[in-house]
């Protein structure tokens, strides 16, 4: 996987000039959020503020500022008819040269992003896991493949991060804090070690096992048999691509594993944001 830290070195170490697109005000609807930016050379771009006509025209925007050596511009645009998009917002865009402070602050930015996005751990490097872990490795996640056959983690593509392991429900209990687990090694006694393990973890957004209606009650009646909580159970997904309507191929099944996955990611990081919300005047006194 390659990250957007080191996307963004590769882009600044190939470009001497660049200007720096960041959407300052946003109103209304938007392609994206508030703060969001793009770096733009004169034939390289990294990032996006969301395409489209509004992108289109600050690209040329900025490569006129190289071209003219100049070194800021401010533009306020509505995302409307004139500029042939139907968002209905506005959007205010400032454009300023990439200085060697700037490029400093940018690095250290996406580093910090990087190092902040969540953490999804698949379990068997199999048909299933290799897709899966490609899918994974395009999204904001930082997915790593665990196995303990060796020769299978050696199919994985180039810059997914994998480890052999003997214990890999030892994993679990060492993952970072806000942790997903998706479960589809190649030994059904192994994917409920590890589920046991993860639905420990009261702070999994997501844990997912590959199987059948028949494997969940199995799982089931084993998870309670040895002391699991019932209730915990419903946190589990098994089978996973529940949406799949049966399909078994395992592309198919890793794409719709994927977005279950970033659904339930974002669901928890949306309660999080909920939780850290400061109060309402009304409710802090009480009314």
């Known amino acids: 996987m390659t990250t957007r830290s080191a996307a963004l070195s590769a882009f ?8 720096v697109c960041e959407l300052t005000a946003v109103r209304g609807s938007s392609p994206r959020a508030q703060g969001t930016f793009m770096l733009v050379a004169a034939t390289d771009l990294f990032g996006t503020i969301g395409g489209g006509a509004l992108e289109y025209m600050v690209i040329e925007h900025a490569r006129r500022l190289i071209a003219n050596g100049q070194a800021e511009e401010a533009m306020d645009v509505p995302l409307g008819p004139e500029i042939g998009q139907c968002c209905g917002g506005h959007v205010a865009v400032g454009l300023s040269y990439a200085d060697a402070a700037r490029r400093e602050r940018l690095a250290a930015l996406v580093a910090a992003e990087d190092a902040a996005l969540p953490h999804v751990y698949v379990f068997g490097a199999g048909h299933v896991g290799r897709a899966l872990a490609k899918v994974l490795a395009l999204l904001p996640v930082q997915v790593q493949v665990i196995d303990t056959r060796r020769d299978e983690l050696d199919l994985l593509p180039e810059g997914i991060a994998a480890r052999a392991v003997a ?24 994917d409920f070690l590890i589920a046991q393990e993860a639905l420990r973890r009261q702070d999994a957004p997501y844990i997912g096992m590959v199987g ?64 850290r919300a400061p109060k309402s005047v009304g409710a802090m006194i009480g009314r």
């Not at 429900?169 to 192994?190: C, K, Q």
């Open 12 to 19: 600044l170490a190939a470009n001497a000039d660049a200007v």
């Open 167 to 190: 214990m890999p429900e030892a994993v679990v209990r060492s993952a970072p804090e806000g942790s997903s687990y998706v479960i589809l090694t190649h030994d059904h006694a192994l």
């Open 212 to 275: 059948s209606r028949t494997k969940r009650a199995r799982f089931s009646s084993w998870f309670k048999s040895e002391g699991g909580d019932a209730r915990a159970l419903e946190r589990l997904v098994l089978p996973i691509g529940r949406q799949g309507l049966g399909d078994k191929r395992p592309e198919v099944i890793a794409a719709l594993a994927a977005a279950e996955i970033m659904v339930h990611i974002g669901q928890r990081e949306a309660e999080i944001a909920r939780a």
